[in-house]
């Protein structure tokens, strides 16, 4: 999945690999090894980095309404992840199926994320981690506000009908780049 | 009453290392900290500390997480509650250490002492 190309215009996103399955464990933790590798000479970038993509993925593979079955009794969700970066930023974009209601109640949340500032968002963060753990969630329910305050820019959603049950949920995040050299690398 | 040990362990998920000594009261968690049953790894601590809360020995806590996932804060949270009865009781001396230059991680510190109103040392290095 990796692969190099010079020819792209410097000031344009260049894309560092994209992936599209069921978000197992192994995937995620591999695509996270690869983050600390790639990253290793930026470390500031590599924890922010690694933090919201574990974030990104266990979102996608918790609640994508669609899934694979990997191994026995192992269901994981269905999402697609491309990470990319220019001079100034890392692009982290992350999208699974989601259904209408969920579509609809991510919206709200992201517009409402967006409207705070770091403190609020803080003390939001806090609101909704003091709220006892749901029966259905395995997660905290509040990753998308730690990554959020993790990349300290706006999260740019985008939802695509898909037939009459269900959208194509995708977020885009956007990190500077702690250090300017990276680019160089690959 | 026995010691609370657990090996810190890297592969697909990270596991922090735990030391509980229940003889010195001297307790840490260090490393970094995204589980398959956080839960269940969190409720393992905290029945130990409210094991040895009945003891009513003095207690030193040490947090030295260089990452946790949002699922692991809630852990981490219900550790701090806890410690805080301490603080009301027979004592506890807790202390935050984090990277100096890692402000996300002194942030998050700091998000904890807001919540539970714990005396916490932050400590960089």
Same mark, same amino acid.
């Given at each position: 999945?990796?692969?190099?190309?010079?020819?792209?215009?410097?000031?344009?996103?260049?894309e560092v690999f994209s992936y599209n399955g069921p978000m197992s464990h192994t995937i995620i933790s591999e695509l996270g090894d690869f983050i600390k590798v790639w990253l290793s000479d930026d470390e500031k970038s590599s924890k922010k980095v690694f933090a919201i993509l574990i974030e990104l993925l266990q979102n996608a593979s918790y609640y994508s309404k669609s899934s694979i079955t990997v191994h026995e009794n192992q269901e994981h969700g269905?999402?697609?992840?491309?990470?990319?970066?220019d001079q100034d930023?890392?692009?982290?974009e992350c999208g699974n199926l989601v259904s209408t209601?969920?579509?609809?109640?991510?919206?709200q949340a992201i517009e409402h994320i967006n409207s705070l500032d770091h403190q609020a968002l803080r003390k939001y963060k806090r609101e909704q981690r003091d709220k006892p753990r749901e029966e259905e969630s395995k997660g905290a329910g509040i990753g998308l506000i730690q990554v959020a305050l993790l990349s300290s820019n706006p999260l740019q959603a985008s939802f695509t009908p898909k037939g009459n049950e269900y959208f194509f949920y995708s977020n885009t995040i956007r990190i500077n780049k702690q250090k300017a050299n990276t680019l160089e690398k690959i | 009453m026995d010691n609370l040990i657990i090996e810190e362990e890297r592969d697909v998920f990270f596991i922090p290392s735990v030391k509980f000594d229940a003889s010195t009261g001297v307790c840490e968690i260090a490393g970094e900290s995204y589980l398959e049953d956080t839960v269940?790894? *969190? #409720?393992? =601590?905290?029945?130990? /500390?409210?094991? *040895? #809360?009945? =003891?009513?020995?003095? /207690?030193?806590?040490?947090?030295? =997480?260089?990452?946790?996932?949002t699922s692991s804060s809630k852990g981490i949270l219900d550790i701090m509650k806890l410690l805080k009865e301490f603080q009301n009781g027979t004592g506890a001396t807790v202390s935050w250490h984090y990277p100096e230059d890692d402000e996300d991680n002194l942030e998050e510190a700091e998000d904890f002492i807001a919540d539970t109103g714990l005396k916490m040392n932050l400590i960089s290095y």
């Open positions: 999945m990796l692969f190099e190309d010079t020819s792209i215009a410097y000031n344009q996103p260049q269905v999402g697609r992840f491309i990470l990319s970066h930023f890392f692009y982290m209601s969920t579509a609809s109640k991510l919206d | 269940n790894f *969190y #409720k393992k =601590l905290l029945s130990w /500390l409210k094991e *040895y #809360k009945d =003891l009513k020995k003095p /207690l030193t806590f040490n947090f030295k =997480l260089t990452y946790f996932n």
